[in-house]
C-alpha cells in the first residue's frame, strides 16, 4: 500500500498554463505538507495543512493554490506557470508536533514539474 | 531563523566501511527535533532517522546512529558497515516547537559508496 502518493508524476507544460498536482495519504494523518526542490536539490516548505486548515504559507506567490478537501487529500493549484516554477514538488504528511518538534513526515513520490 | 548546515557536498566511502556525514543546526528554540532524509537517484525521500533536543541518548535504526552533540548543535549522521545501496543524497532536517510544524532542510551532501 502507497502511503503517500502523488499524481502526475511528470507535468512537462508551456509558460501561461494552469496546473494541478493531487496527494493523497492513507496513514491517518493529520498534517500534510507541500516542499519544493529545485534545481540544486534544496527543499523548502510551501505550505502545511493541519485537518484541512492552512497553518503554513511561505512566501509563496499567490499564482500557488492549496486546496484541502478532506485530511487525507492536499491539492497545489498552480496558476500561470513560470519557467522558473520548474521543480519537483513532494507532498508529505505527519501525525503533527511532539515534545520535541514534529514527528518525521513521510513524503510522496514527487512531481517533477517542467515549464517550457 | 533556523538554519541547517551541511558542509559536505559530496562523500566517498568504500563498501562495509562506516561513514560519519556532518550536520551543524542553529536555533534559539530549547526543543526541537532533527532528522536525517535519504534521497536516492530515483528521487523519493526516506525518513532515515529521528533526535529530540531532550533525548539523552543518540538515536539509532539498524545500521544508522545520530551522533547528537546539543552543545556544539551538531547532529552527524554515522552509517556503519556501507553498502552500495547506500550511495544517494542525505538531507539533515530540523523542526522546533513553534507551531508551524515544517521541516528546514541542509542543502545535502552526496554519498558515493565504492565497491
Known amino acids: 500500500d502507497t502511503a503517500v502518493s502523488q499524481t502526475p508524476k511528470y507535468l512537462v507544460t508551456q509558460m501561461g498554463n494552469d496546473k494541478s498536482i493531487k496527494c493523497e495519504q492513507n496513514?491517518?494523518?493529520?498534517?500534510m505538507y507541500w516542499y519544493k526542490q529545485d534545481s540544486k536539490k534544496f527543499l523548502k516548505i510551501m505550505f502545511s495543512?493541519?485537518?484541512?486548515?492552512?497553518?503554513i504559507n511561505e512566501t509563496v506567490p499567490n499564482r500557488f493554490s492549496p486546496k484541502s478537501p478532506d485530511k487525507a487529500h492536499l491539492n497545489l493549484h498552480i496558476n500561470s506557470l513560470e519557467l522558473g516554477d520548474s521543480a519537483v514538488y513532494f507532498c508529505?504528511?505527519?501525525?503533527?508536533?511532539?515534545?520535541?518538534?514534529?514527528?518525521?513526515?513521510?513524503f510522496g513520490p514527487g512531481t517533477r514539474l517542467t515549464v517550457t | 531563523a533556523q538554519k541547517i548546515t551541511q558542509t559536505q557536498p559530496g562523500m566517498f566511502v568504500q563498501e562495509k566501511e562506516a561513514v560519519t556525514l556532518d550536520c551543524t543546526y542553529d536555533?534559539?528554540?530549547?526543543?526541537?527535533?532533527l532528522f536525517w532524509y535519504k534521497q536516492p537517484s530515483s528521487g523519493e525521500m526516506i525518513f532515515l532517522i529521528y533526535?529530540?533536543?531532550?533525548?539523552?541518548q543518540n538515536a539509532t535504526e539498524g545500521r544508522y546512529s545520530l551522533n547528537f552533540q546539543k552543545a556544539r548543535k551538531s547532529a552527524n549522521l554515522v552509517i556503519s558497515a556501507s553498502q552500495l545501496g547506500d550511495s544517494a543524497m542525505y538531507f539533515c532536517?530540523?523542526?522546533?516547537?513553534?507551531?508551524?510544524?515544517?521541516?528546514?532542510f541542509g542543502k545535502g551532501t552526496k554519498l558515493t559508496v565504492n565497491p
Open positions: 508529505a504528511s505527519s501525525q503533527g508536533p511532539r515534545t520535541s518538534g514534529t514527528y518525521e513526515q513521510y
Open positions: 496513514l491517518g494523518h493529520d498534517t
Open positions: 495543512y493541519n485537518n484541512k486548515e492552512l497553518i
Open positions: 536555533t534559539s528554540d530549547q526543543s526541537y527535533g
Open positions: 533526535q529530540g533536543s531532550y533525548d539523552e
Open positions: 532536517a530540523m523542526s522546533d516547537q513553534g507551531g508551524s510544524e515544517k521541516l528546514v
